[in-house]
């Protein structure tokens, strides 16, 4: 049970985090960016799923869509570090944070900060 709800808060701000990125993205790409938010399996495939219910994604072959942008506010914040990139691994001094309702998602790098909201 206490997974469950886990679970779903982490899909709500992995859907969150995929609207923030660029219009199209290859699935793979849309992974790596809930993978930042949680690794477990049930979160990215419930993100993609919950996604497409709602209307904010669309999936297309390979490709996934972001049709709409969900209303609430979020911040990019920096700061230095000495960390490795949620999205790539990279070792970095500047970290960026997504700070959703509050809630910091990250780090990342300058590059990763960009591709993740565009
Ligand atoms: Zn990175």
């Known amino acids: ?10 899909v709500e701000q992995a859907l969150q985090l995929l609207s923030l990125a660029k219009d199209e993205l290859s699935v793979r790409e849309a992974m ?48 230095e570090c000495s960390a490795n990139c949620k999205r790539c691994g990279k070792r970095i001094k500047i970290c960026h944070f997504v700070v959703i309702e509050g809630q910091e998602l990250g780090p990342y790098g300058s590059d990763c900060i960009k591709f993740i909201s565009k």
């Open 1 to 10: 049970m206490i997974k469950e709800k886990v679970i779903q808060e982490k």
């Open 32 to 79: 790596d960016i809930i993978r930042g938010v949680s690794k477990l399996n049930e979160v990215v495939s419930q993100t993609l799923a919950l996604g497409e219910n709602r209307g904010i994604i669309k999936r297309e072959n390979n490709r996934i869509f972001i049709l709409s942008r969900e209303p609430f506010s979020f911040n990019i914040v920096k700061r």
